[in-house]
């Protein structure tokens, strides 16, 4: 493992290239963009972290829609309606998944969420406000203060909890800690997360997937400091063919 984190170029993964018009993501994107059925908004909002984003798609517009169709899920006090929390945790974990790769697409992201507020108090509110997906919220965050690399949001930043048992969860975040590592700064909290991960998915009581073996691969190798190339790193399924 040294002497292959020692090596600056960017390893391949040899994953057959996949054009953008046969991919899921489009589909997904118009249906959060036009539905106006809400079973099937959430419906495609809960696929959004399992199929594969290219990084030549612009989803700014579906952030957008995320977002909005996330206040809905809000009471008067500005709180999640307990009939509505799987909708708006639903919504979140859509909205952070494509904000992470927005941010590693290399666009601008400052006000995508809500236009009236800087998405890093955005995100801090829906935090407040969750207790089921906080470590996804906490992950977005510290993407979002390693980019702009304000000192007053580092020292005022959430800090992720417990690590979750939920394997959906432990996998949103096998595939999105690589980002921090690729993009952003990297603290002791990420990095005993990211331990904890990859122990976790790999120590189950069920046999982990050939697919989770991988990005649990991915992930450690990034850790070390070995280099991929962005596009084999936003893949859901990393196994080489």
């Not at 407040?128 to 997906?133: A, C, F, L, M, P």
């Not at 046999?207 to 790193?233: E, H, R, W, Y």
Request: aromatic fraction near 10%; charge should be negative; include cysteine.
């Amino acid at each position: 493992m040294d002497i292959v984190a020692t090596n600056q170029d960017p390893l391949k993964l040899k994953l057959p290239d996949t054009p953008t018009s046969d991919l899921e993501a489009p589909s997904i994107m118009w249906l959060i963009e036009t539905s106006t059925d809400p079973e099937v908004f959430y419906a495609a909002a809960s696929l959004v972290p399992d199929v594969e984003w290219p990084l030549d798609l612009d989803v700014s517009d579906t952030l957008h829609q995320l977002y909005d169709v996330y206040t809905t899920c809000l009471d008067v006090h500005k709180q999640i309606i307990p009939s509505l929390e799987e909708n708006a945790s639903a919504c979140t974990k859509a909205l952070c998944h494509l904000y992470c790769h927005h941010m590693f697409q290399g666009r601008p992201a400052y006000r995508l969420c809500d236009n009236g507020s800087i998405d890093y108090y955005v995100f801090k509110q829906m935090l407040g406000r969750t207790k089921v997906d906080d470590n996804v919220l906490v992950a977005t965050i510290m993407l979002f203060v390693a980019k702009y690399k304000q000192p007053y949001w580092w020292l005022s930043s959430p800090r992720f909890g417990a690590c979750p048992d939920s394997v959906p969860l432990l996998k949103w975040l096998s595939r999105t800690l690589p980002f921090h590592y690729v993009t952003g700064k990297v603290d002791e909290d990420v990095q005993e997360l990211a331990i904890t991960v990859i122990s976790k998915l790999l120590c189950s009581p069920s046999s982990p997937s050939p697919q989770i073996i991988a990005n649990c691969t991915l992930l450690a190798c990034v850790m070390t400091g070995v280099q991929f190339d962005k596009k084999d790193i936003v893949r859901v399924d990393k196994r080489c063919c």
